[in-house]
Every structure is written in C-alpha cells, then in structure tokens.
C-alpha cells in the first residue's frame, strides 16, 4: 500500500525562520556585557528582534494546530522548536531591552543636567564679577541670573527628561547673597530638584521633594559639577565650612511664578 509522503508544514518552517530573523536583530545585546561606554544597542533592533520571536510563538503555536488537524503535513519538531526558543528568547531580550532603555535615560539625564549647569555656572560667575564678588540672593536667583545674562532663558532651568516644572534647581539658601571668595569651593552652590521659580533651600528641600531623580546633580561653588545619592545629600558642605545644616534653612522655596 503506497503511502503519500507527507510535506513539512510552511507555517512551521516560517516560525523557525522568525527566531532565526530575530537573533539577527537581537545579536547586538551582546554587546551590554562591555559595559555603559561601550553600549550603543539599537532600540530598533531589539523592537524588531523581539517582534520576531513573539511572531515566531504565535505561528508555531498555529503550526501545532494545522499539523494536528492535517494528515497531510509535517513539521511538529519544529513548530515545537521554534515555540521553546522563541519564548526563551523573548524573555532575556526584554529584559535586556529595559535594563539598555534605563540606562539610556540615565545618561541622558546626566548630560542634561550637567550641560545646563556648566551655563549657570558660567551666568553666576558673570553674576558675581558685575557684583563685587556677590552671589545672587536666593529668592530671586532665577529672575536674576535672566535679568542679567541674556544666554540664559527659562529652558535653561529645565531638563527635558523629567516631568514639566518650573525649575528643576534650587539655591542654596546658606550662600544667598555672600561673597564668593570667602566661600570654601567645597560648598552646594545649585543642587537638582523639581519645583518652584526661584527655589531654595539645602538638602530636605530634596529629600522631601515628591519628584526624586535618579541621583541629585550637584554644582558646587568651586564650579565641580558631581551627581550624588539622596543618602549622602546632608553629608555635602551647605554651610561654609560645614557639613551639616539645621531645619531652618532646608524649608523649601520661597516664591512661586
């Protein structure tokens, strides 16, 4: 008795060549084990690799469907295969997807921030050469900095990576209208946080603040720009010579616009 050979289902074939398509997309995740300099992953490519695997699940799991309903074709192995793979495949890239999404937008965050306060920086030692030596009073500092140095503008107060808020620094209200050379370089100057026009206050203005950040950016008055951990934030100099600052001068800021 003559028995038709039987033909290795299309769908099948197609599912396996879906993972194949999608580790070739996928292939540069490798590359996150060289560290953060060295990541330059397409997202696309990891959009599309995981696209692939997902389609490939979804047609093996078809595949399964047709071969058991048709007599006529084969193929189970690998629609089986390319369901196993495809879903061990999926899992890791996705992760890896969001670990490389996390970090793009912490470096983001980080060259933001520090762009925009090398430019206070800047504006402030304008600032204090036009004013016998004097920094900005704390409760105008914003308003000031603008009024005097036309580079600056409200952008320049705002990081585009973090929700929309009037400023996204704040003065250290212990240095408010002091004189900059008798100030230890090693004090707060700006530090980050989201909030009022003209805010300031010293570091529970952050650590009470609801819009906490990745680490606070720091400027101090010697011009280092440094990015610190919420934790470390009342160990930093806020008073001249001092590493510690009392309740009254962390209230927050003092005008709104």
Known sequence: MDKSVKKISRLSIAAITCIFIGVAFAFEVISLQKGYEDHNISSTSRIVGLCFFAIAIIIGIVSLVVIKTNDNVR????????????????????????IANGINKIRLYNSENREHLQVLREAVIQYTKDHNGYLPQADQWCDLLMKHNKNISRETFNISSL???????????????????????????????????????????????????????????????????????????????????????????????
């Open 75 to 98: 193929g189970t192995g690998f629609a089986i295969t390319a369901i196993v793979l495809g879903f061990f495949l999926l899992v890791p890239l996705y992760i890896s997807f969001s």
């Open 163 to 257: 929700p929309k808020s009037p400023c996204d620094f704040a003065f250290n209200n212990t240095v408010s209208n002091q004189q900059l050379s008798g100030i230890s370089g090693d004090t707060v100057l700006l530090f980050g946080n989201a909030g009022s026009w003209n805010q300031s206050g010293g570091p529970k203005l952050v650590l009470n603040s609801k819009n906490k950040r990745f680490f606070s950016p720091i400027l101090f008055v010697g011009g280092r720009i440094d990015f610190m951990p919420f934790e470390s934030l009342d160990e930093l100099h806020w008073i001249n010579g001092s590493g510690k600052v009392d309740d009254l001068v962390t209230t927050g800021s003092i005008r709104n616009k």
